[in-house]
């Protein structure tokens, strides 16, 4: 097999190489994962990968125009890891639970939520929970997680969505406060804080990463992919350590992950249209 080009942060380093060769990684930010995404559907080598995230599923209804097709240039291999977003505050707000939250936005009063950059989770996350509970929504997009969260803990917006893996520290310090999770149940993580769905039926948001190859590639090698990915996603060393930042491991189905993802399109273009939502 020739040499892959993976994101396989999940790989433990202690365990022999799967395929007997390195794996490389090769970040590629910028354009709302555009520039990385559209160089992995251009890829011609057989062995290049994407390891993207769900701003893979907004993209295609946030923006008018994409340098790739993403639903012809792409072939689904697993699901990695998801988790749900904690609803936080800084922690000497009062804000005490998802209904002080809603009331923060209703009638004349206008709810501020920051997110590390517009069409991402947490910014789509704020405009779903705007548009079921018909809220006054100041959304606040930043540059990155740190501002947002330092500007959160300073009260300067009064909540955010954001990934346990960043909050948990902060929550933990006593800077943030955790309202809510996103989840369909509560996180192990912190089985004390409810789930949004106690507040509001029904609701669940999920973040997710995922593994995706050029659609030239043969499903055959596809499939080998897959099954070693989600072997190394089953070890106990991988799963624990992903558990103890809030996180649950993926490994389903190549096709399981490809109807996830088209669930994930849908509902999501269903908001950017529903909220006016614009690129930057």
């Known amino acids: 097999m020739a040499r892959p ?30 520039i990385g995404t559209d160089l992995v559907a251009k890829s011609k080598d057989g062995h290049t990968f994407l390891m993207t995230a769900s701003p893979f599923a907004v993209n295609p209804a946030l923006f008018t125009k994409l ?22 505050t800084s922690g000497t707000q009062p804000y005490a639970n998802v209904k002080d939250m809603i009331e923060a936005g209703k009638g004349d009063k206008t709810v501020s939520i ?32 740190p501002p947002a969260l330092t500007d959160v803990i ?3 917006v009064q909540f955010m969505f954001d990934n346990p893996s960043t909050s948990l520290p902060l929550i933990k310090d006593g800077k943030l406060k955790a309202l809510a999770y996103t989840g369909p149940k509560r996180s192990k993580a912190l089985p004390n804080v409810p789930t949004v769905a106690e507040t509001i039926p029904g609701f669940e948001a999920m973040n997710w990463f995922g593994m995706l ?15 070693d990915a989600n ?13 103890s930042e ?4 993926g490994g389903i189905p190549r096709e399981a992950f490809g109807a996830f993802l088209a669930v994930e399109t849908i509902r999501w273009a269903k908001i950017v249209k529903a909220r006016n939502i614009k690129p930057d």
């Open 154 to 156: 300073g009260k300067q």
């Open 67 to 88: 340098p790739y097709d993403t639903y012809k240039d792409f072939k689904p291999v697993t699901l990695v890891v998801r988790n749900g977003l904690l609803l936080v």
């Open 5 to 34: 080009t993976l994101l396989l942060a999940f790989w433990p380093t202690n365990s022999p190489k799967k395929w007997g060769q390195p794996i490389t990684v090769d970040n590629k930010p910028g354009a709302s994962t555009q």
């Open 213 to 227: 190859a050029p659609s030239a590639m043969e499903d055959k090698l596809l499939d080998r992919i897959a099954k």
């Open 231 to 243: 072997d190394i996603l089953k070890k106990k060393e991988v799963a624990d350590r992903f558990a």
């Open 246 to 249: 809030g996180v649950e491991i």
């Open 114 to 145: 920051a997110s590390p950059a517009n069409g991402s989770m947490a910014h789509m996350v704020s405009e779903l929970v705007a548009d079921t509970q018909k809220l006054n929504l100041l959304h606040v997009p930043y540059r990155g997680t």
